[in-house]
Protein backbone atom coordinates (compact mmCIF):
# COMPACT_ATOMS: atom_id res chain seq x y z
CA UNK A 1 0.00 0.00 0.00
CA UNK A 2 2.86 2.44 1.15
CA UNK A 3 5.14 1.63 -2.27
CA UNK A 4 1.63 2.42 -4.06
CA UNK A 5 1.16 6.08 -2.63
CA UNK A 6 5.15 7.00 -2.85
CA UNK A 7 4.85 5.92 -6.87
CA UNK A 8 1.73 7.91 -7.29
CA UNK A 9 3.43 10.77 -5.11
CA UNK A 10 6.44 10.46 -7.95
CA UNK A 11 4.48 10.30 -10.75
CA UNK A 12 2.66 13.18 -9.48
CA UNK A 13 5.82 15.54 -8.72
CA UNK A 14 7.20 14.13 -12.15
CA UNK A 15 4.18 15.31 -14.33
CA UNK A 16 4.01 18.92 -12.23
CA UNK A 17 7.73 19.46 -13.03
CA UNK A 18 6.91 18.56 -16.83
CA UNK A 19 4.54 21.04 -17.04
CA UNK A 20 6.03 23.60 -15.27
CA UNK A 21 9.36 23.10 -17.85
CA UNK A 22 7.31 23.27 -20.94
CA UNK A 23 5.34 26.23 -19.76
CA UNK A 24 8.43 28.09 -19.46
CA UNK A 25 9.61 26.61 -22.41
CA UNK A 26 6.49 27.94 -24.12
CA UNK A 27 6.66 31.45 -22.41
CA UNK A 28 10.33 32.19 -23.14
CA UNK A 29 9.89 33.58 -27.25
CA UNK A 30 6.76 36.00 -25.67
CA UNK A 31 9.38 37.34 -23.55
CA UNK A 32 11.98 37.63 -26.28
CA UNK A 33 9.83 39.61 -28.09
CA UNK A 34 9.12 42.33 -25.66
CA UNK A 35 12.76 43.07 -25.15
CA UNK A 36 13.34 40.42 -22.12
CA UNK A 37 11.32 43.08 -20.12
CA UNK A 38 9.02 40.20 -18.19
CA UNK A 39 5.25 40.21 -17.58
CA UNK A 40 5.06 43.31 -15.60
CA UNK A 41 6.92 45.73 -18.17
CA UNK A 42 9.55 47.98 -17.41
CA UNK A 43 10.48 47.89 -13.60
CA UNK A 44 12.05 51.54 -12.09
CA UNK A 45 13.24 52.19 -8.66
CA UNK A 46 9.60 52.63 -7.29
CA UNK A 47 8.58 49.32 -8.09
CA UNK A 48 11.35 47.62 -6.58
CA UNK A 49 10.85 49.29 -3.60
CA UNK A 50 7.01 48.84 -3.53
CA UNK A 51 7.73 45.63 -4.42
CA UNK A 52 10.51 44.89 -1.23
CA UNK A 53 8.27 46.74 0.80
CA UNK A 54 5.09 44.13 0.29
CA UNK A 55 7.45 41.37 0.93
CA UNK A 56 8.30 42.75 4.18
CA UNK A 57 4.85 42.99 4.96
CA UNK A 58 3.77 39.63 3.65
CA UNK A 59 6.39 37.84 5.64
CA UNK A 60 5.70 39.64 9.19
CA UNK A 61 1.85 38.65 8.36
CA UNK A 62 2.56 35.34 8.06
CA UNK A 63 5.04 34.81 10.88
CA UNK A 64 2.57 36.68 13.28
CA UNK A 65 -0.49 33.93 11.81
CA UNK A 66 1.10 31.33 12.09
CA UNK A 67 2.01 32.25 15.59
CA UNK A 68 -1.27 32.91 16.36
CA UNK A 69 -2.44 29.68 15.23
CA UNK A 70 -0.17 27.56 17.17
CA UNK A 71 -1.21 29.32 20.29
CA UNK A 72 -4.52 28.31 19.91
CA UNK A 73 -3.68 24.91 19.11
CA UNK A 74 -1.29 24.69 22.19
CA UNK A 75 -4.15 25.99 24.42
CA UNK A 76 -6.68 23.25 22.44
CA UNK A 77 -4.05 20.79 22.97
CA UNK A 78 -4.03 22.06 26.99
CA UNK A 79 -7.57 22.01 27.62
CA UNK A 80 -7.29 18.43 26.61
Known amino acids: MRTRF ?8 FSLL ?8 LAAPAMAEKG ?5 GK ?7 NFGFGLMIFFTVLVVGLSIGQSLLEKRKQRK
Open 36 to 40: GEGLY
Open 6 to 13: MKFARMSV
Open 43 to 49: TDDKVIT
Open 18 to 25: ATLALTLL
